[in-house]
Nanobody
Framework: QGELVESGGGLVQAGGSLRLSCGVS????????VAWYRQPPGKPRDLVAA???????NYADSVKGRFTISRDNVKNTVDLQMNSLKLEDTAVYFC???????????WGKGTLVTVSS
C-alpha cells in the first residue's frame, strides 16, 4: 500500500449520496494538507475540496453546499461526504496530500464515482 488509499466509490443515482474516505499514512498525516481532486472522462483533473492540518476547508464552487470534507485525526483519514449528487459529478476521485514536513506530494490511485439518471 502507498501513502494514500481511497475507498468508497461506486454507482449512485442522481440525488443520492456517497462517502469517500482517504486513509493517510501515519508518517505524513499530522503535517499534511489533504485534498480531493476529480477527473471526469476526457477532462483535466480539478480540485474538489481541501482541508488544512488545522481543519480549514475550501471547495470548488460546483460542489459548495453539497460536499463536505472532514478530517479524523485519530483514524488518520480524510473523508468526502457527497450529497445531492449530479450526473456531472461522475469522475475518478483522487486523494492528494502535500507533506509540509517532507516537501513531497502524494496521490492515491483513484476511486470511480458514477452518477446515473
Amino acid at each position: 500500500q502507498g501513502e494514500l488509499v481511497e475507498s468508497g466509490g461506486g454507482l449512485v443515482q442522481a440525488g443520492g449520496s456517497l462517502r469517500l474516505s482517504c486513509g493517510v499514512s501515519t508518517s505524513i498525516f499530522s503535517s499534511a494538507w489533504v485534498a480531493w481532486y476529480r477527473q471526469p472522462p476526457g477532462k483535466p483533473r480539478d480540485l474538489v475540496a481541501a482541508i488544512t492540518t488545522g481543519g480549514l476547508t475550501n471547495y470548488a464552487d460546483s460542489v459548495k453546499g453539497r460536499f463536505t470534507i472532514s478530517r479524523d485525526n485519530v483514524k488518520n483519514t480524510v473523508d468526502l461526504q457527497m450529497n445531492s449528487l449530479k450526473l456531472e459529478d461522475t469522475a475518478v476521485y483522487f486523494c492528494y496530500a502535500h507533506s509540509w514536513e517532507r516537501g513531497v506530494d502524494y496521490w492515491g490511485k483513484g476511486t470511480l464515482v458514477t452518477v446515473s439518471s
